[in-house]
C-alpha cells in the first residue's frame, strides 16, 4: 500500500470514529429531550385536564392563556420567528447554506409542552422531530468534515427523537427515511442506526412502559372486507385532516393582527372543548379510555353522535390550534381520528350487522392507517403503532390497511401538510 492510500485510509477511519461519537451524542440528547418533553407534557396535562373536568370555567382561560404565552415567548424570546414545523427540517435539508439555529430546540421544546397542556388539539412528536433535528444540524456545524452529512446527522436527530417517543427503534429510522431523507447512504445507516440504538438502550435503563397497554389475542380472515373498508374511510379522513390544515393556515395568514388569530382560536378551543372533552390535548386520555371499555359499548344515538362529533371537529380544532400560534403537527391528531374511526366502523358493524368484528383490532388498525395516509409513510406507521403497543399481532392486517390508505389519499389528494407548497398547485 503507498502512502497516499495509507493516509486516505487514515482519513477515512478517522472521520468514521467522529461519526460515530457525534451519533452517540445526538442518539443521546435528542432521545433525552424527547423522554423529558413527553413526561413533562404527560404530567401536566393531566392535571390540568383534571382541573377543566372540575372547574369548566378553565375551558376558557388555558386556551387563551396557553396561545397567548407562546405568543409573547415567541416575541420576546424566540427571535419573532414563526415556527414553520417540519417544513423547517425540509428547507435545511434541501440547502448547503441553511442551517437549523439552536434556539429551536427550547422553541419548539417550550412552545410545543405548552400548547399540549393549555388544550391545544394536537401533539408533541412535532416539536420534538424539530427539535432534535435542530440537535443533528448543530452538531454538523461544528467541524467541516461532517457538512457532508448534514441530512444523515439531521435524520439521526429525527429517528431518535421519534424512538424515545414511541419506543420504537424501527419506526424511528423508517420516520427519518420516508419523510425527511428519502434516500440510503452509509452515513444514514451508521448515524441512524447508533441513534436509536442509544435513544433504546435509555428507554431501557429508564423502563419505558408502551403508551398503550393493549391485550391484542388474535384477527379472523372474515374480517379482511371490512379492513379494506377501514382503509379507505382512513384515507378519506386523512384527507380531510390535510384539506383542513391547509385551508385554516391560509385564512389565518390573511389576519394581520396576531392577537385576533388567538382570540378567534381560544374561542373555538374553548366552546369545542366544553362540548367533546375528548380533543383536550394529545387525546391519549381519550384513546386510553376508550380501549379500557371497547368491549361493554353499545352503539347508542347518543354514543354515535359523540363519534362522528370527534371526528368531524378534531381536524378543525387541530387547524385552528396550529393556525393560531399552537406548536404541533398531525402526528397525535391522526392516531386519534384513527382510534374513533376504527371504533365507530366496529360498532357499526357489530350493531347493525352482527359481524362480531373486535373493536380493538380496529382501532388500532385504524391509528396506523390514518398516520400512514396523513403524512403518506405507511412502514413508519406500522412500526409506530406497534411499538405504541408492543404488540405485533396485527402486523399483516396493518401494513395492507397502512397502503390501502395512503393510495386512497394520495389518489384524492397528492399532497400532505408537510409537502404541500401553494406553488405546486398553480
Given at each position: ?32 429531550l424527547?423522554?423529558s ?10 392535571i ?29 424570546l ?15 435539508t434541501k440547502?448547503?447554506?441553511?442551517n ?6 427550547p ?11 393549555f ?11 424539530v ?6 444540524s ?11 452529512y ?24 423508517l ?5 425527511i431523507?428519502?434516500?440510503v447512504t452509509?452515513?444514514?445507516i ?25 391485550s ?5 380472515l372474515?374480517?379482511i ?10 384515507g ?8 383542513c ?24 378551543l374553548?366552546?369545542?372543548?366544553f362540548?367533546?372533552p ?5 387525546g391519549?386520555h ?7 371499555n ?8 347518543t354514543?354515535a ?6 371526528l ?9 390550534t396550529l393556525?393560531?400560534?399552537?406548536d ?5 391528531p391522526?392516531?386519534?381520528i384513527?382510534?374513533?374511526?376504527g ?21 388500532i ?16 406507521a406500522i412500526?409506530l ?23 386512497t ?12 407548497a401553494?406553488s405546486?398547485?398553480?
Amino acid at each position: 500500500m503507498n502512502k497516499t492510500a495509507k493516509i486516505k485510509k487514515n482519513h477515512q477511519f478517522i472521520v468514521l470514529q467522529k461519526l460515530i461519537i457525534v451519533s452517540v451524542l445526538i442518539g443521546f440528547l435528542s432521545a433525552f429531550l424527547g423522554i423529558s418533553l413527553k413526561k413533562i407534557t404527560e404530567y401536566y396535562e393531566e392535571i390540568f385536564f383534571h382541573e377543566v373536568s372540575v372547574n369548566p370555567i378553565f375551558y376558557v382561560i388555558f386556551p387563551a392563556f396557553g396561545l397567548s404565552v407562546i405568543y409573547f415567548l415567541r416575541q420576546y424570546l424566540f427571535k419573532k420567528k414563526e415556527n414553520k414545523g417540519i417544513k423547517e427540517v425540509f428547507e435545511s435539508t434541501k440547502s448547503t447554506s441553511k442551517n437549523l439555529p439552536s434556539y429551536k430546540i427550547p422553541s419548539h421544546f417550550i412552545n410545543g409542552l405548552l400548547t399540549v397542556v393549555f388544550g391545544g388539539s394536537t401533539g408533541i412528536e412535532v416539536s420534538t422531530v424539530v427539535a432534535t433535528a435542530t440537535i443533528g444540524s448543530v452538531a454538523q456545524q461544528k467541524e467541516n468534515v461532517f457538512r457532508k452529512y448534514k441530512t444523515e446527522l439531521i435524520c439521526a436527530g429525527v429517528a431518535a427523537g421519534v424512538t424515545a417517543l414511541f419506543s420504537s427503534p424501527i419506526a424511528g429510522i423508517l420516520f427519518a427515511l420516508e419523510v425527511i431523507s428519502r434516500k440510503v447512504t452509509r452515513a444514514f445507516i451508521i448515524s441512524n442506526i447508533i441513534a436509536v440504538s442509544v435513544a433504546f438502550g435509555l428507554l431501557t435503563i429508564l423502563k419505558e412502559e408502551p403508551l398503550f397497554a393493549v391485550s391484542i389475542t388474535t384477527w379472523h380472515l372474515k374480517a379482511i372486507p371490512y379492513f379494506i373498508l377501514l382503509g379507505i374511510l382512513a384515507g378519506l379522513n386523512s384527507v380531510y385532516l390535510t384539506r383542513c390544515v391547509l385551508f385554516f393556515k391560509s385564512q389565518f395568514g390573511k389576519i394581520d393582527t396576531h392577537y385576533y388569530k388567538i382570540l378567534i382560536g381560544s374561542v373555538v378551543l374553548s366552546v369545542s372543548l366544553f362540548i367533546f372533552p375528548q380533543l383536550y390535548g394529545e387525546g391519549y386520555h381519550a384513546i386510553k379510555g376508550i380501549f379500557s371499555n371497547t368491549a361493554e359499548i353499545p352503539l347508542t344515538l347518543t354514543l354515535a353522535f359523540t363519534f362522528v362529533g370527534v371526528l368531524l371537529l378534531k381536524p378543525i380544532v387541530t387547524s385552528i390550534t396550529l393556525a393560531s400560534g399552537g406548536d404541533g403537527g398531525v402526528f397525535a391528531p391522526s392516531l386519534f381520528i384513527g382510534a374513533f374511526l376504527g371504533l365507530l366502523l366496529a360498532s357499526v358493524l357489530n350493531t347493525f350487522f352482527q359481524v362480531h368484528v373486535l373493536p380493538v383490532n380496529f382501532m388500532i388498525i385504524g391509528m396506523a392507517a390514518v398516520l400512514s395516509a396523513s403524512i403518506h409513510a405507511p412502514f413508519t406507521a406500522i412500526f409506530l403503532v406497534c411499538g405504541l403497543t408492543n404488540d405485533y399481532t396485527l402486523f399483516l392486517p396493518i401494513l395492507a390497511v397502512c397502503l390501502i390508505s395512503k393510495y386512497t389519499a394520495k389518489m384524492i389528494y397528492p399532497y400532505t401538510v408537510y409537502s404541500y407548497a401553494p406553488s405546486l398547485t398553480k
